[in-house]
């Protein structure tokens, strides 16, 4: 029942874009997303609440399909420092109890 | 604003030994704490919930009386790992959140180690 992302990992030369996709098998209350580096603890990026609205602050995105009960996130001219694996955590019953999706491990090369 | 901390960064202890790890929000009141363990190259899995002055609610799997939860505080929650074996060791992390809002915010983690 976790959700699915993907792709697993992606690299990227700086500049590049990336799209994550975040897949779950229940309809979805809220989608929440992180971004993790090594040993350090998820920090967070936004939350897509349930009616389908898009969200952005400058180079990144995202858009929540509640039909396809889907989430991706956008990142566009991607920086050194996008680096890191990116979890969704997805809110099923309005309850802000998340299960995190499989990680999308994204690595910007120079 | 909105700053998670937790105690210790990271802790090392013999098999069998009993650890208590403290998440603390430092600027705000957290009406919900989650406490969350994290394997190797894996995702967060959530072991429970807790609410200020109630029981926390643990998720299937995750033993309560091993996982001892305790919210006393609108600041503060503790989670102990009671007769820690090596299968216990991982990254612990809680996050926060107030009432009327969405956003949970993590603490930066605790790294257990069990040997």
């Known amino acids: 029942q976790q959700p699915v992302q993907s792709p697993q990992a992606v690299i990227l030369r700086e500049g590049e874009d990336a799209v994550i996709n975040c897949s779950s098998s229940?309809?979805?209350?809220?989608v929440h997303w992180y971004r993790q580096k090594h040993g350090e603890a998820p920090v967070f990026l936004m939350i897509?609440?349930?009616?389908?609205e898009q969200k952005g602050h400058e180079k990144i995105s995202a858009s929540f399909n509640e039909k396809k009960q889907q989430s991706s996130l956008y990142l566009t001219a991607s920086q050194l420092s996008y680096s890191g694996t990116y979890f969704c955590g997805t809110d099923w019953f309005g309850n802000e109890k998340l299960t995190f999706g499989t990680g999308t491990r994204l690595t910007i090369i120079p | 604003g909105a700053v998670v901390s937790q105690h210790p960064s990271w802790v090392i202890c013999k098999s069998g030994t009993s650890v208590k790890i403290e998440c603390r929000s430092l600027?705000?009141?957290?009406?919900?704490m989650f406490w969350y363990r994290q394997f190797p190259k894996q995702s967060l899995m959530l072991m429970a919930t807790?609410?200020?002055?109630?029981?926390?609610?643990?998720e299937q799997g995750v033993e309560k009386d091993k996982f001892l939860i305790n919210h006393a505080s609108l600041t503060l929650s503790t989670l102990t790992v009671t007769s820690a074996h090596p299968e216990d060791s991982s990254f612990y992390i809680c996050?926060?959140?107030?009432?009327?809002?969405?956003?949970?915010?993590f603490g930066p983690g605790t790294r257990l180690t069990v040997l």
């Open positions: 897509l609440l349930k009616g389908g």
């Open positions: 600027d705000f009141q957290a009406t919900t």
């Open positions: 229940k309809a979805l209350y809220s």
């Open positions: 807790s609410n200020e002055g109630s029981k926390a609610t643990y």
């Open positions: 996050s926060a959140r107030t009432s009327g809002v969405n956003e949970q915010f």
